[in-house]
């Protein structure tokens, strides 16, 4: 069975930090890997994906993440941060077995203006 | 396209009662996904289907819960009887083909008191 870690739960950070989110993911094949974000009230909207090719990926908002095979990582990076990026993160992976995604635990951003 | 619908967006209801969730995928759109959300479990997948036949339905709770889709532009979760335990939020989600995407409606908040 495949399961996803998202180690940070709650991250508080500042305008223009910079941001890191920690994904790992547990499966024995190929994977397809996505970011989602919810924003308050909200449905979950795609950030960026990974299916094949280049491991670096780069999504909307400046959100981009990096795919590390050897360490079954898939960490979500922002350079700077903005008070709008408040928000929940959820890391996704799709197994080549299973045509739908499982979820991380997902960690809440707050971000102080 | 206005996206993937659910209806209603909340629903408020005692316990015993009969509950269902409706969702209108994106047009063209092969496979569709229910997912719950809620605190303690995060997000979890509830079943799916592809071209309209439920492909798996390992996370569905128990008998009390059961999906349908009826045709391509439809499809319900039904709760009977409600617990209060299935107070969650309840995404219905819908992608087409492999290596794409799911798109997320905007949920259904459930509460059963």
């Known amino acids: 069975a495949q399961s996803v870690s998202q180690h940070n739960h709650h991250v508080i950070l500042s305008e223009a930090a910079s941001l890191e989110l920690g994904c790992n993911y547990s499966y024995g094949g190929t994977v397809n890997l996505f970011w989602y974000v919810q924003y308050p009230g909200q449905h979950l909207q795609l950030l960026l994906k990974y299916f094949s090719g280049d491991p670096l990926v780069k999504g909307i908002k400046g959100f981009e993440a990096e795919f590390i095979k050897s360490k079954f990582s898939f960490n979500l990076r922002k350079p700077s941060v903005q008070w709008s990026d408040t928000a929940e993160y959820f890391c996704a992976v799709e197994g080549t077995g299973r045509r739908a995604l499982t979820f991380g635990s997902g960690t809440r951003l707050q971000v102080q203006p | 396209d206005a996206g993937v619908i659910q209806s209603p967006r909340h629903e408020v209801t005692e316990m015993g009662q009969e509950v269902t969730l409706r969702c209108k995928p994106i047009?063209?759109?092969?496979?569709l996904f229910w997912y719950r959300q809620t605190m303690m479990r995060g997000l979890e997948l509830l079943i799916y289907?592809?071209?309209?036949?439920?492909?798996?339905d390992s996370g569905m709770p128990e008998d009390r819960f059961s999906a349908k889709m009826p045709n391509a532009s439809f499809s319900t979760l039904k709760i009977q009887p409600s617990e209060p335990r299935d107070s969650a939020v309840y995404f219905c989600?819908?992608?087409?083909?492999?290596?794409?995407?799911?798109?997320f409606g905007q949920g259904t908040r459930l509460t059963v008191v």
């Open positions: 289907f592809n071209n309209n036949v439920p492909i798996d």
């Open positions: 047009s063209g759109h092969d496979y």
């Open positions: 989600a819908s992608s087409l083909g492999r290596h794409t995407e799911a798109f």
